[in-house]
């Protein structure tokens, strides 16, 4: 199983410049979610979906937007990127939605956006 | 205010010391309970659960005060490889959404 997949690894937008950031898993896990690390932050929740078709919002939605088409991927979208979504994102999946559940981390994209 | 807060260190420690870190959480209804690592410029993993009863694995001990709302790990025999940024990790409510601490950043020192 390859687990979390990522890409890109590294990427450098302008502001309003809209990119899509991919996460896949192989593990048929349920329950994906996106993260943004900021320095003093921590990691924030963007979106989560607990399954195929199912998406909400988590603690930093504005700016982004997800979709979960199929178990297996599940995109970030940025419309129109600005400054303060310089960022290292993290997809994250679990087998299921709960509060149990260990959550596995793919290896992150880190944005600059100028 | 925070739903979880961290001191975020560093603490720098020789090998083979005992090193402790608190985590506090605002939210009285948090179900579940998290130590993850990460490793500089690397994803987080997870390090272990925390349970009510406290809960111990091999040199890692994690204990939960639900009283006083905080989080602990233990580290004893410090090792080289323990050197990493820990991140304690809350889940509220519903079950579908964790909240990170800042995390706190261990040195272990030869």
């Known amino acids: 199983n390859a687990g979390v997949t990522q890409t890109p690894k590294f990427q450098v937008l302008k502001t309003g410049q809209s990119m899509t950031l991919q996460c896949a898993q192989d593990?048929?896990?349920?329950?994906m979610s996106w993260y943004r690390q900021d320095p003093g932050m921590g990691l924030r929740l963007i979106h989560y979906s607990v399954g195929a078709g199912i998406t909400d919002q988590g603690e930093v939605p504005n700016g982004y937007n997800v979709s979960r088409s199929t178990t297996e991927d599940f995109p970030l979208r940025l419309l129109s990127a600005a400054p303060s979504q310089t960022s290292v994102y993290f997809c994250?999946?679990?087998?299921?939605?709960?509060?149990?559940?260990?959550?596995?981390f793919g290896p992150g994209t880190r944005l600059l956006v100028l | 205010r925070k739903e979880v807060e961290q001191d975020p260190g560093p603490f720098n420690v020789p090998e083979g010391a005992t090193v402790a870190f608190n985590c506090t959480y605002s939210n009285s209804a948090s179900q579940s309970f998290f130590w993850y690592r990460q490793d500089c410029r690397k994803e987080p993993k997870l390090l272990m659960s925390?349970?009510?009863s406290g809960n111990e694995d091999g040199r890692f001990t994690a204990q939960l005060n639900r009283a006083s709302q905080y989080i602990s790990l233990l580290i004893r025999d410090s090792k080289l490889s323990d050197s990493a940024t820990y991140l304690c990790v809350v889940n509220i409510g519903t079950g579908n959404q964790f909240y990170f601490g800042t995390g706190t950043s261990l040195t272990v020192i030869p």
């Open positions: 925390v349970y009510s």
């Open positions: 994250a999946s679990s087998i299921e939605a709960g509060a149990l559940q260990t959550q596995y």
């Open positions: 593990m048929n896990h349920e329950y």
